[in-house]
């Protein structure tokens, strides 16, 4: 039996995600801005805490992704490489260390939730659309005063909207997502009331990255409230800045930093 | 931090699916036939192995579901509800007793993959379609002669085609799926090269269950290749049998049969 | 070159649809109440104008559907046959005859584009779902106390849901959509500035129809506003009644009322 | 009543598409090969006759597009901006100039269908996959070598995919889709048996072109066949070449050439 992932089979192929490492070609944009700290605190579970500086920092991103694995062939079939996500990442303290952290997500592909759970990212499928640049025609170029528009809506609900305008290249691509991320890979005991079967804590960043300038834009931000989604208690206290970027990345694992899986969840 | 899966959150009203139990009402459409041996035997991992009688039995199903948690809140609001599912279930031994055993499975929304993950199914999306009884206008009631089409795709392929004509009502729903079902629940170890973090055989099957007279069904189903998938290597060699039945299933939780997950996969 | 509609090709198969008679078995979830008269006026252009009686009632309807042409085919290939759909309907005088007109309609496949376009409906895609009733486990029966509900999304944004609760058997399934229809079929001129190529008003109605016995039911409706949409101007002024009704249809072309389709538009 | 498109209402802004003129960004891949002229003769309507030179030259293009009107604003909701189609085009004579005309083509979002009904493309929904170029990570640069992949499905039936490869810069785009589109608007009569209410022929082009340097590629291109589905017809009898090029397009009305709508057809 092969795979790295489910299906397995005899030769492997039907696997829903081949295994690492993991190439991306992809456009980012990203908006800062600071929230109540109390409802991050409320996200983060023992022992994680909030960040000691700029604790209530929030980061929502969109991203336009072609994905891939060692073999690139599903570059070669689109369907299985292109997939949008947004996300809402915050940062935490485990130990002495800040970490990022995934809180929210939703992606529209298979692979992509398959490739979340692995690295602990908490995914929904949604519907994400983001402005690409072209260089012909109406679409912005990336230069000063062009303007971007992102979307996510989940469950045929809009859940949050932007419009983001280029202002000048940076220095950085902000900061909420800039460390390692510290995330969780739970699943539930296959038997009601004996608690978790996986519940771990692993760090994972990226294994090799290249990307252009970043560039500095002001961000018009709203957040919807709907009833399966929370991202709107994410209250937009104070505007930090917004960013866009195109990147490449390779992701190949993470580490385990501590499970509390034991031997009482074994049979 | 609440939520039965993830992403978690203060209330737990974010999670991807709530705790179990779990109901689903639904229409199943099932083709049993007979492929090589060998094809499903390279499908069961050690300890499993074929069933003693009947080993190349397959039974290919389409399931068109409205499903819901304990509040029954998604059947009001049904993007959260409806899915639709085609999956291939064999049957494989396990100590001395016999078990169905779901080798692939496509689904159409996201809160059932994550229904999936916590069950050991191996799903991935696809576009699954099922004519509906209806008792008015050109489709079919439920009656002799009536016919009804069910088709599965993945990543813009076609995978399965199926016509199903009623010929009368059955005894059973068929053999091939009657069993507990006994599944693995893997997730790879977040380092390379250090295999599984999670390695668990679980049994589970219908806490509940009513359903309305089984119909046997002559089948004309056809399997197409694909370059990610693998079902139309179960080819069909003789058909055994095909059924229609309309149901209402409870599943809450299962039994841990075995766990390879060890300490050497602790941090 | 065959085909009832394009794409046109040498046996007429690749038509988008086949030539009436159209035939359907569907679910029809009707609301009625009544908005304010003037935002019913501003959307009958003349020479239609406003009912005699009950001029501001309006119906919002969910169906559905299984819909095939007269080979029935469809039906086997279900992805052909299955839609879904929510249509605002309005009354109006032509004449001295009463019609139904729809004034806003989404569904969820081009094949009900291209018939709608036929038919003089207005058409978009969207994304609608309703509660199916079925039989057995947690989905509503066909009963007093049963509970639907009804979502409409276009764009990304959820622009109606409801929820319905069946009372008693009725006589009727409303009277807002009991009329004929009268649509405009219009398409502009090729050539910026020279108005309408096509601008026609049609009559259509079922050539043959039957149904189950309607339900009154109570309604819980709610409309939400979109940058591009203006179903949420129909205001929900005072509720009139709603409706479940399962029902098949055949629908065989309708009768010109009037075409200002002229001349001065050809070449 | 404003509004370009239906629906119709008092402010116009409901309208499937606002009026021309459109704007487009877009990446083409455009393939060209040689099928028998039997196959191209029989979708040409007389009198369009054969072309003269090349005739059975057919090009299969996918358009990975965002597109606009006047006011710009869908871009930044980009949901209502973006779409993919995949179309054949072949050459066709009419008086003594030759015309591009398109006989097939899938988009995959309602307005790209509204303005394909104005303009006289007969399309449908599919599902439409193109490589994208990007500037780091895996996916391909615009150079020598870069390969793209290439995909089209309809009814969950994939129809197209090819593999490009890029050579080198070339002088054209292509021949097939160079000249003047030359389209007929078709649209049946409300009453069975009474032929058609819009029977037209049209011409148009682009108002306002840019566009990069052209590719030439080589090409793999695989046709697969469908019930309801005749591109793979057009076989691949000889290939001619293959181009990539990223464009911006101004759409802006057409010319009537001929309307066979008659009085004949008025009430």
């Known amino acids: ?41 409320e996200l983060l579970p023992a022992p994680l805490t909030l960040a000691e500086e700029d604790p209530g920092a929030v980061a929502l991103i969109w991203a336009d992704w072609q994905s891939c694995g060692e073999s690139r062939e599903e570059l070669l079939d689109p369907v299985r490489s292109q997939y949008r996500e947004c996300f809402a990442v915050v940062r935490c303290r485990y130990g002495d260390r800040t970490f990022s952290r995934c809180v929210y997500i939703w992606v529209d592909k298979d692979f992509a939730i398959a490739r979340g759970l692995h690295q602990g990212y908490p995914k929904k499928l949604g519907s994400i659309h983001l402005t690409r640049p072209h260089p012909y025609g109406p679409a912005p170029r990336i230069e000063a005063g062009a303007r971007f528009g992102a979307t996510l809506a989940a469950a045929d609900r809009r859940l949050a909207e932007a419009v983001v305008t280029l202002r000048e290249p940076a220095e950085t691509n902000g900061f909420v997502n800039a460390h390692p991320m510290a995330h969780h890979r739970w699943l539930p005991h296959i038997e009601p009331g004996r608690g978790l079967a996986l519940d771990e804590l692993v760090e994972s960043g990226a294994a090799a990255f290249e990307g252009g300038v970043p560039w500095a834009a002001d961000a018009d931000l709203r957040l919807f409230a709907s009833p399966t989604e929370e991202l709107s208690l994410l209250r937009i206290e104070e505007p930090i800045g917004a960013y866009y970027r195109q990147v490449g990345v390779c992701w190949n694992g993470g580490t385990l930093l501590a499970s509390a899986t034991s031997a009482a969840n074994t049979a």
Chains 1, 2, 3, 4 share one sequence.
């Open 1 to 41: 039996m092969k795979g790295f992932f489910p299906p397995k089979s005899a030769t492997g192929r039907s696997a829903l995600v081949p295994s690492p490492p993991w190439y991306y070609s992809g456009d980012l944009l990203t908006i800062e801005y600071r929230t109540d700290p109390a409802r991050i605190a």
